[in-house]
């Protein structure tokens, strides 16, 4: 997912189709691109649910006011379906897509406290001339942007920005240290002058050339113990068998990559009983 907005946005067609070829390899399955006055949005999709036509992105609402472009999967996405179809949303697609489109149109940032998923999304708002940018709790799906005169550029990976053109290939030399230190740039920094990644759980809305950043959700520890070892492991099988079980919903098949560890060899385990099938498994060596 990639776009532009702002004066820099006014059918800036040609940008975005650059941006998106530069990362057409995270979605080869379908591309697309909106144009609107103030905002161009840009979308390379890989099919995952609903693999029909009815899943391209950028996706808007029927009246036009909302588009979205995304990258990711909301695993409770069934569950705030049938809540939306309550409020009288009815549906184009069986996409995880058009829920997430429904739900931050109607609740605005609110909703994202509740999505249970990996996730990197802009919405853009046409009658407000605003867009909502928000990136998952631990940062799963990458976002990177760059404020640039008249404007804002963001995209899934930093070459994207780069080949829009709006924003130059310049090292930050301030953060030399902490890669050859770390071999990676703690965020929100990049290696790049001007390119920030967007911090795990937090959100940016950019209007009329303000930009502003805020956290929706933190890591909280309770300090307290309660129960057993016992109750507190069947608590954990619990969890981690919901979580699972949620990310088995695909339209195409599901496998496993081993690390050769417990923990890659639990999940597979508990896939195998959730379906109460067997599974593709990979390792590489």
Not at 49 to 76: C, K, Q, W
Not at 181 to 206: A, N
Not at 221 to 231: A, L, N, V, W, Y
Not at 245 to 268: E, I, T
Request: glycine content about 12%; overall charge negative; charged content about 20%.
């Amino acid at each position: 997912m990639c776009g532009i907005c702002g004066t820099a946005g006014h059918g800036d067609q040609d940008a975005v189709e650059r941006m998106v070829a530069a990362i057409v390899h995270r979605g080869p399955d379908d591309m697309g691109v909106f144009v609107g006055p103030g905002v161009t949005l840009g979308n390379t999709r890989l099919k995952i649910i609903d693999l029909s036509a009815a899943g391209h992105m950028p996706m808007a609402t029927p009246d036009g006011r909302f588009v979205l472009t995304y990258n990711g999967e909301i695993y409770n996405y069934q569950e705030l379906r049938a809540e939306l179809e309550t409020r009288g949303v009815r549906f184009q697609s069986r996409t995880d897509t058009e829920v997430l489109l429904h739900l931050v149109a109607q609740d605005g940032v609110a909703c994202l406290k509740r999505l249970n998923g990996i996730f990197a999304f802009a919405l853009w708002d046409r009658d407000q001339r605003r867009l909502l940018v928000a990136r998952d709790r631990f940062g799963v799906k990458p976002l990177y942007y760059a404020l640039v005169p008249g404007g804002l550029v963001f995209g899934s990976e930093v070459k994207c920005l780069l080949a829009g053109g709006a924003v130059t290939a310049s090292i930050s030399v301030g953060q030399i240290p902490y890669f050859l230190t770390h071999l990676w740039v703690p965020g929100p920094e990049t290696m790049f002058e001007g390119v920030r990644k967007l911090p795990p759980g937090h959100y940016l809305s950019w209007h009329e050339g303000a930009c502003e950043e805020a956290a929706f959700w933190e890591l909280r520890f309770d300090p307290e113990t309660r129960g057993s070892q016992t109750e507190r492991a069947d608590e954990l099988r619990a969890v981690l068998k919901g979580a699972v079980r949620r990310q088995l919903v695909s339209d195409r098949p599901v496998g496993v990559l081993l690390s050769g560890g417990v923990d890659s060899s639990a999940l597979l385990a508990m896939a195998t009983e959730e379906a109460g099938r067997a599974f593709h498994a990979y390792t590489i060596g």
